[in-house]
């Protein structure tokens, strides 16, 4: 069972940035691309950015793009989004996602972590 755990979330004024890290279990080191989601109340949860086992690709959605940089440490089994220029509208719960065979935007990675709490005020 692969396990990930995030970290890093907080409140932050507008324009502030964030790092968020997910931790994942020694056997998720292993050939896994991972990505970050993120699901306001009373959204739908959302891709926002992945990246290939090897790091040699990554991927955003259109509304992080120059913002948000996702990136990856093998040696410590950790993925982390750095968050610049946060806005209200970034508000969410953000997750993080590993599958050993996909890497993408679609929400069916195999394993997903609890998430945690990113506010942002105006």
């Known amino acids: 069972q692969v396990q990930l755990v995030e970290s890093g979330g907080g409140l932050v004024q507008a324009g502030g940035s964030l790092r968020l890290s997910c931790a994942a279990s020694?056997?998720?080191?292993?050939?896994?691309?991972m990505g970050w989601f993120r699901q306001a109340p009373g959204k739908d949860r959302e891709f926002v950015a992945a990246?290939?086992?090897?790091?040699?690709?990554?991927g955003y959605a259109d509304f992080v793009k120059g913002r948000f940089t996702i990136s990856r440490d093998r040696v410590k089994n950790t993925v982390y989004l750095q968050m610049n220029n946060l806005k209200p509208e970034d508000t969410a719960v953000y997750h993080c996602a590993a599958d050993r065979l996909y890497y993408g935007s679609k929400m069916t990675y195999e394993y997903w972590g609890q998430g945690t709490q990113v506010t942002v005020s105006a």
């Open positions: 020694e056997r998720a080191s292993e050939n896994y691309a």
């Open positions: 990246i290939t086992w090897t790091g040699d690709r990554t």
